[in-house]
């Protein structure tokens, strides 16, 4: 990660429920990340399993009975059994939606941006980077979990891919982007366009350099 970017992070994680997941708790934390510089916040809520789970549960108990019981009930915790590892969908996702508005309110940004550097591989980690943050948007909007994953799949083999996305479209076109199992038409042609919007940003960028005197 970018120094200057690790710098200006708060991590917001992980959001208890009941106990700090209300807008005036995050605001206040949101506000405060904001006051000493911050940028950008990473926030995710509490995922349970094993002794972390039971440990963090007494520790809800002790702030109210109420806290443990809405912890039972919102990771489907039933007496002598074992809890879900993260809460529902829903609840994530307004979570999410929360956090969202209310760094946009403070003018800080939810998503961290990924370093890319130099290097004919460059372009699969911009590409990657778009298809992570659609697969983020699609999250927020509650679509189907099938479209959610297929973003994450085909995040997941850009990221990984050994060729350049460049390469594979200027001599294969739609077709060769389309070779990869995870990768079905649709996705094919928005990483199309973001390997063409990546190629003009990198001309321009290089004929400014080579322009200076």
């Keep these: 990660m970018d120094t200057t970017v690790a710098k200006s992070l708060a991590a917001l994680m992980p959001i208890l429920p009941v106990v700090g997941d209300d807008r ?11 006051d000493h510089g911050g940028r950008f916040v990473l926030a995710g809520g509490l995922s349970m399993a094993g002794v972390q ?7 809800a108990k002790k702030v109210s009975a109420a806290s443990e019981s809405a912890w039972r009930k919102l990771y489907h915790w039933h007496a002598g059994g074992e809890p879900s590892y993260g809460a529902p969908r829903f609840y994530t996702v307004q979570l999410g939606r929360l956090v969202r508005e209310l760094c946009q309110k403070h003018g800080m940004n939810d998503r961290i941006p990924r370093y890319i550097g130099r290097g004919v591989l460059a372009v699969n ?18 679509q189907p979990s099938y479209r959610v994953w297929a973003y994450r799949k085909a995040a997941w083999s850009v990221d990984e891919l ?10 294969h076109g739609i077709a060769g982007l389309m070779e990869r199992s995870d990768i079905g038409r649709s996705i094919a042609e928005e990483i199309a366009a973001w390997v063409m919007a990546y190629i003009s940003v990198s001309y321009q960028t290089e004929v400014g350099l080579n322009g200076k005197t």
Excluded at 162 to 171: E, K, R, W
């Design 125 to 142: 980690k911009y590409v990657a980077e778009k298809l992570f943050l659609k697969m983020y948007e699609l999250e927020l909007e509650q």
């Design 162 to 171: 050994p060729q350049s996305l460049t390469d594979i479209y200027q001599a």
């Design 53 to 59: 789970a039971r440990r963090s549960l007494e520790a």
């Design 24 to 34: 005036p708790h995050l605001e206040d934390a949101i506000r405060a990340f904001k």
